[in-house]
């Protein structure tokens, strides 16, 4: 186990131990709406009135604090701690204030706890932050990495619309669908950025959604076939975002290991129903995703095969 997760669990374990609601917040929520930048902190809010619950068990780890800290950019009451050299900071979020750059002044910026999205870290479902909320935090006095993660939540926000745009009109026809792609290997725990939505649907369904999708089409619905796939495709681009549906029904995939077309027809059984941008949806299961990328060549690829199969050995 990396020092990043092994930390991340001992925190999150003393916080569930003492029954303590939290927020995670930073680069690491951040990090779970998209941004691939390394964080070197954990930053985690509490309420003020928590602290006490939980000092004899950070009382070995601690650096400083808990104690007014005031920076040029935030004032909170702040607990630093270190656990086998990863840096943790737990702040108390509801009664914080921030300097407003642009205004020129300390404005109030307490947390509201109940605004949050369940996201996993490191194999842990947290809260975290909702992105709007990261975003006006960061925008306040932003630095280069908060920049970053800005452009990156930003892109999140945007796939989030989309998504729930696609998943709308497939449920309106009734549909039967199923996340595959990078987007699913995200749901798994892949770290790359996603980049094009990926959902396979019957073959005969494509046609049954077009109406609704025709002015979005740039591509389809007709049989593509390159180099590693032969399939019946339709591809949409909305506010932005690329979507792939696929006909899953006749799918063939060139082996790249072999050279030789493999049938690759999806199995709309074998799912699991994962939360993705705040939906709960049928996600191809983690071997088959494994499995058909594994006949596919790219980094990319590899990197979501890891990160999918990490995520079996776990389990």
């Given at each position: 186990?990396?020092?990043?997760?092994?930390?991340?669990?001992?925190?999150?374990?003393?916080?569930?131990?003492?029954?303590?609601?939290?927020?995670?917040?930073?680069?690491?929520?951040?990090?779970?709406?998209?941004?691939?930048?390394?964080?070197?902190?954990?930053?985690?809010?509490?309420?003020?009135?928590?602290?006490?619950?939980?000092?004899?068990?950070?009382?070995?780890?601690?650096?400083?604090?808990?104690?007014?800290?005031?920076?040029?950019?935030?004032?909170?009451?702040?607990?630093?701690?270190?656990?086998?050299?990863?840096?943790?900071?737990?702040?108390?979020?509801?009664?914080?204030?921030?300097?407003?750059?642009?205004?020129?002044?300390?404005?109030?910026?307490?947390?509201?706890?109940?605004?949050?999205?369940?996201?996993?870290?490191?194999?842990?479902?947290?809260?975290?932050?909702?992105?709007?909320?990261?975003?006006?935090?960061?925008?306040?006095?932003?630095?280069?990495?908060?920049?970053i993660d800005i452009e990156a939540i930003s892109k999140y926000l945007n796939s989030e619309?989309?998504?729930?745009?696609?998943?709308?009109?497939?449920?309106?026809?009734?549909?039967?669908?199923?996340?595959?792609?990078?987007?699913?290997?995200?749901?798994?725990?892949?770290?790359?950025?996603?980049?094009?939505?990926?959902?396979?649907?019957?073959?005969?369904?494509?046609?049954?959604?077009?109406?609704?999708?025709?002015?979005?089409?740039?591509?389809?619905?007709?049989?593509?076939?390159?180099?590693?796939?032969?399939?019946?495709?339709?591809?949409?681009?909305?506010?932005?975002?690329?979507?792939?549906?696929?006909?899953?029904?006749?799918?063939?995939?060139?082996?790249?290991?072999?050279?030789?077309?493999?049938?690759?027809?999806?199995?709309?059984?074998?799912?699991?129903?994962?939360?993705?941008?705040?939906?709960?949806?049928?996600?191809?299961?983690?071997?088959?995703?494994?499995?058909?990328?594994?006949?596919?060549?790219?980094?990319?690829?590899?990197?979501?095969?890891?990160?999918?199969?990490?995520?079996?050995?776990?389990?």
């Amino acid at each position: 186990m990396d020092l990043q997760k092994e930390a991340f669990i001992w925190i999150i374990n003393i916080l569930r131990k003492n029954s303590i609601p939290f927020l995670i917040s930073g680069g690491l929520a951040a990090n779970a709406y998209g941004s691939t930048r390394e964080i070197r902190d954990f930053d985690i809010e509490i309420k003020n009135s928590d602290f006490q619950k939980i000092m004899n068990d950070f009382k070995p780890y601690t650096i400083s604090g808990p104690e007014i800290y005031k920076s040029r950019a935030f004032e909170n009451v702040l607990l630093k701690l270190n656990f086998n050299g990863q840096e943790i900071d737990i702040a108390g979020g509801d009664k914080s204030r921030i300097y407003n750059s642009n205004k020129q002044e300390w404005v109030n910026d307490s947390v509201d706890f109940k605004r949050f999205e369940n996201k996993e870290i490191f194999c842990q479902l947290v809260s975290v932050m909702y992105p709007e909320d990261v975003i006006a935090y960061k925008s306040s006095h932003p630095r280069p990495e908060d920049l970053i993660d800005i452009e990156a939540i930003s892109k999140y926000l945007n796939s989030e619309k989309n998504f729930n745009w696609i998943i709308s009109v497939l449920k309106k026809h009734n549909v039967r669908f199923v996340i595959t792609g990078g987007l699913a290997a995200k749901s798994y725990g892949s770290p790359r950025p996603l980049n094009d939505i990926d959902i396979d649907i019957h073959d005969k369904d494509l046609y049954l959604i077009l109406e609704d999708v025709k002015p979005y089409i740039t591509f389809g619905p007709e049989q593509y076939k390159d180099e590693r796939w032969d399939l019946l495709l339709m591809t949409l681009n909305h506010d932005g975002q690329d979507i792939d549906l696929s006909g899953g029904d006749t799918l063939k995939i060139c082996d790249a290991r072999t050279g030789k077309w493999m049938n690759n027809a999806t199995n709309f059984s074998n799912t699991e129903e994962k939360e993705i941008f705040g939906l709960k949806v049928p996600v191809i299961s983690k071997k088959d995703l494994v499995d058909y990328k594994s006949m596919l060549v790219g980094e990319h690829q590899q990197v979501d095969i890891q990160a999918v199969q990490n995520k079996l050995c776990i389990q």
